[in-house]
């Protein structure tokens, strides 16, 4: 069975929650999955070529602390990403202006300047907007698993 890993990035859990409520979905497709709170490099550099990244913004455009540790060992040790395939849900509130989903975008960039692929568009769930993540997450994945032939069960 192959895995795909949930590397999250919250402040306060509401990504959490959101990398939990979607993890059911992947297993239906056939996956095993991990979610992964304190994520590091060797997660996705170690025979991964499936992930999904799942950040909210902190600060003024900032990663969340748990997140910050994997976003600095991707600068410094700039690994190439050229087999990874990913997702990404970016978690945010468009009253902070410019750094509305700072830290998703940022990442996004990121695994791009890594030769890592994203799959589709990136989702930005605006807290001013949808009141629970979930409403916005669960559809999202639904239609990314599709559209993506990401089924293998
Ligand atoms: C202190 C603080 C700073 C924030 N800064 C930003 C920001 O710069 N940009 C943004 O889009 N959202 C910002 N947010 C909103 C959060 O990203 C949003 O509420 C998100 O859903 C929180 O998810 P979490 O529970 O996983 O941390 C901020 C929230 C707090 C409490």
């Known amino acids: 069975m192959p895995t795909l890993k ?3 990035g919250t402040m306060y859990g ?3 929650d959101v990398a939990e409520q979607v993890k059911p979905l992947f297993e239906d497709a056939g996956y ?3 979610v992964l709170e304190q994520p590091t490099l060797v997660d996705i550099v ?11 913004t902190t600060g003024s455009g900032d990663f969340p602390g748990n997140i910050v540790p994997f976003v600095r060992e991707l600068q410094e040790k700039s690994p190439g990403l050229p087999n990874l395939r990913y997702g990404l849900i970016a978690l945010g509130d468009s009253s902070y202006g410019d750094t509305f989903c700072g830290a998703g975008r940022r990442l996004d960039e990121l ?8 799959l589709g568009e990136r989702l930005e769930i605006d807290a001013m907007e ?13 239609s990314w ?5 990401l089924k293998v069960a």
């Open 14 to 16: 509401g990504a959490l």
């Open 32 to 34: 095993e999955v991990a």
């Open 111 to 118: 695994l791009q300047e890594q030769g890592a692929m994203r």
């Open 46 to 56: 170690e025979d991964t070529d499936l992930a999904l990244f799942c950040t909210s």
């Open 145 to 149: 698993i599709a559209s993506q032939n």
């Open 6 to 8: 949930i590397l999250v």
């Open 130 to 142: 949808t009141f629970m993540a979930d409403d916005a997450a669960l559809p999202w994945v639904e």
